[in-house]
Nanobody, 121 residues
Framework: QVQVVESGGGLVQPGGSLRLSCAASGSIFSISAMGWYRQAPGKERELVASDATGGTTTYADSVKGRFTISRDNVKNTVYLQMNSLKPEDTAVYYC???????????????WGQGTQVTVSS
């Protein structure tokens, strides 16, 4: 039993900020990577940012310089600080975690339920 839950979405004006949180819980042995994806209406789900074990981070070109991903490995929590938000950032944001439930077992992708971010005046 593993749960991945996002929070922190909402409605903000252009130029505003939000911080999203995602916590993984349950029978977890380790997590190799955590990341954020988003999906806007009529568009495919896309990677926003990821944080792999060891601290390697990646960002979509569209959010570089505006978003920052961080991770607390003790709490199994990943955050996404979103600054200078634009209307095109409007989407449902999903947390993803590559989770190993026991040593030697294969890792599986777990997804949160999503949290809505709306950027509008």
């Amino acid at each position: 039993q593993v749960q991945v839950v996002e929070s922190g979405g909402g409605l903000v004006q252009p130029g505003g900020s939000l911080r999203l949180s995602c916590a993984a819980s349950g029978s977890i042995f380790s997590i190799s990577a955590m990341g954020w994806y988003r999906q806007a209406p009529g568009k495919e789900r896309e990677l926003v940012a990821s944080d792999a074990t060891g601290g390697t981070t990646t960002y979509a070109d569209s959010v570089k310089g505006r978003f920052t991903i961080s991770r607390d490995n003790v709490k199994n929590t990943v955050y996404l600080q979103m600054n200078s938000l634009k209307p095109e950032d409007t989407a449902v944001y999903y947390c993803n975690a590559r989770i190993y439930r026991w040593f030697g077992s294969p890792g599986y992708e777990y997804w949160g339920q999503g949290t809505q971010v709306t950027v509008s005046s």
